[in-house]
Structure formats: C-alpha cells, structure tokens
C-alpha cells in the first residue's frame, strides 16, 4: 500500500526553526504535486505549501518568507524547512501528495498521519 510518513517535528522556541520530512512509499508509479497542510488547535486544515513535479511553489500568505518547500525525487521525499517560527505555527502538520498508482495508473491523493509542531513564546 501507498503511505507517506511524516518526521521531524518538535517543540521549538519563537525564532527558531525545524525541518519536516515526509517520505512516501508503496506501489508507486510517479509522484506529482506534493505538499504540506495543518490543523491548529480549534481551526480548520489549511494548506501551508506545495511543490509540483516541475518544482513550482504556492505557499500561504502567512508563511511566505519564512518557509521553503523543497522536494527529493530520488528520495521520493518532500521537505519543509520552517525558519523565524512563531506561535501561532503551532499546528499539526500534514504531508500530501499525488500519487500514481503502478496497478491502476490513476492518480489520487494520498495523505500522512501528521506530526505535531509547537511554537512557544
């Protein structure tokens, strides 16, 4: 089965900064979009960045400048590099991505479990 696995996130003081990891495996043909959203305590999910296969990035207004979306083909990994971290990043964060399948040869979305990022002041 197809799965994306999420790393890296923590506990981290205003200003600082970490890196998430989402590596997807299974029975995979090819990878397109791939991208991050989160879930803060009492919103909705929102998207926080993506990255195409052409290695086109849409971020949201709230995180521009601060975060980088990168991928690793090869790797078949997806990254986010959070940097001047702020309280109200604290979320929990979702890796997606679109993903063809080697048996069906359709793509569908595919989505990690989360993990936790806290920002304290």
Same mark, same amino acid.
């Not at 970490?18 to 043909?29: E, P, V």
């Not at 979320?91 to 989360?114: F, H, L, M, Q």
């Given at each position: 089965?197809?799965?994306?696995?999420?790393?890296? !996130?923590?506990?981290? +003081? #205003?200003? %600082?900064?970490? /890196?998430?990891?989402? =590596?997807?495996?299974?029975?995979?043909? @090819?990878? $397109?979009?791939? !991208?991050?959203?989160? +879930? #803060?305590? %009492?919103?909705? /999910?929102?998207?926080? =960045?993506?990255?195409?296969?052409?290695? @086109?990035? $849409?971020?949201?207004?709230s995180v521009k400048?601060?975060?980088?979306?990168? /991928?690793?083909?090869?790797?078949?990994?997806?990254?986010?590099?959070?940097?001047?971290?702020?309280?109200?990043?604290?979320?929990?964060?979702?890796?997606?991505?679109?993903?063809?399948?080697?048996?069906?040869?359709?793509?569908?979305?595919?989505?990690?479990?989360?993990?936790?990022?806290?920002?304290?002041?």
């Amino acid at each position: 089965q197809v799965q994306l696995v999420e790393s890296g !996130g923590g506990l981290v +003081q #205003a200003g %600082g900064s970490l /890196r998430l990891s989402c =590596a997807a495996s299974g029975s995979i043909d @090819s990878i $397109n979009d791939m !991208g991050w959203y989160r +879930q #803060a305590p %009492g919103a909705q /999910r929102e998207l926080v =960045a993506i990255v195409t296969n052409g290695g @086109s990035t $849409n971020y949201a207004d709230s995180v521009k400048g601060r975060f980088t979306i990168s /991928r690793d083909n090869a790797k078949k990994t997806v990254y986010l590099q959070m940097n001047s971290l702020k309280p109200e990043d604290t979320a929990v964060y979702y890796c997606y991505a679109g993903i063809v399948d080697i048996r069906t040869k359709y793509e569908r979305n595919y989505w990690g479990k989360g993990t936790l990022v806290t920002v304290s002041s």
